[in-house]
């Protein structure tokens, strides 16, 4: 009688279905538009949305917390079970963290007040300028940090460096050309006010996950995204951006 209980609870419980991440992790994201950002108390944008039906997907608690990005990026630094979007894969970070994606390109340079008559030709030539406006802990700041520049002046908000390069605090301004684009017409109604003078190089956003992750959950959630490009589904979100 016991060996036939044991075999019908162990049928049972192959029937049952189980979520494709066992694992539940506190989720953070930041105000990074046009890939992640709050619109009318919403978060909304192309990595916002890719991972929205990622978690679906996974069976994973809709559980997306919105936190500057120097706080989140401490977290996942420093606690298990964490996971953060969208951040530039760089070899500074690769072994700080475990990786899924990519989820969207991402292409820096470097914007300045429209009419300075500055001209960067290199990214040597921006060595010259007296201060470079960066977003304090972004993969961006850390590049130039990276290439010797000594001349950055960050911010823990980048909305503050479109009026640093507006009121002339600042004589560039490095960013995401389609996030500087996107914050400038926030701030100031559009983006007329600033030119683009340099073109640094094209990065990859990613998933980060906590570095204590294991692989095979990490695997499980690249299966996903990877159905996700092939089924279609992530071409008709980035159209929508695009």
């Known amino acids: 009688m016991k060996a036939w209980l044991i075999k019908l609870v162990a049928l049972l419980c192959c029937l049952i279905p189980?979520?494709?991440?066992?694992q539940t992790f506190s989720?953070?994201?930041e105000e990074y538009p046009p890939f992640n950002y709050t619109e009318e108390g919403k978060l909304t944008g192309l990595s916002s949305e890719v991972m929205a039906e990622l978690i679906k997907r996974m069976g994973h608690p809709d559980n997306i917390k919105v936190l500057p990005w120097a706080r989140a990026y401490n977290f996942i630094q420093n606690k298990?079970?964490?996971?953060?979007?969208s951040m530039t894969r760089t070899e500074q970070r690769e072994s700080l963290f475990k990786w899924v994606g990519p989820v969207a390109i991402n292409k820096w340079v470097f914007f300045a007040k429209k009419g300075s008559g500055i001209q960067v030709a290199s990214l040597d030539d921006a060595r010259n300028v007296k201060k470079i406006g960066a977003y304090k802990d972004d993969a961006a700041e850390q590049f130039l940090k990276n290439e010797g520049f000594t001349n950055i002046e960050s911010v823990v908000d980048d909305l503050s460096n479109v009026k640093k390069l507006a009121a002339g605090r600042i004589d560039l301004?490095?960013?995401g050309e389609l996030q500087g684009i996107f914050k400038a017409k926030s701030v100031a109604g559009d983006a007329a006010a600033f030119e683009k003078v340099f073109d640094i190089k094209e990065t990859q956003l990613y998933i980060a996950f906590s570095k204590t992750t294991p692989d095979s959950v990490i695997a499980k959630w690249q299966?996903?995204?990877?159905?996700?490009?092939?089924?279609?589904?992530?071409d008709a979100i980035l159209k929508k951006y695009m």
């Not at 189980?18 to 066992?22: G, I, W």
């Not at 298990?80 to 979007?85: P, R, T, V």
């Open 18 to 22: 189980v979520s494709v991440s066992a």
């Open 80 to 85: 298990e079970g964490m996971i953060l979007f």
């Open 173 to 175: 301004w490095i960013v």
């Open 223 to 234: 299966a996903e995204l990877d159905k996700m490009k092939a089924d279609g589904t992530y």
């Open 27 to 29: 989720i953070m994201t």
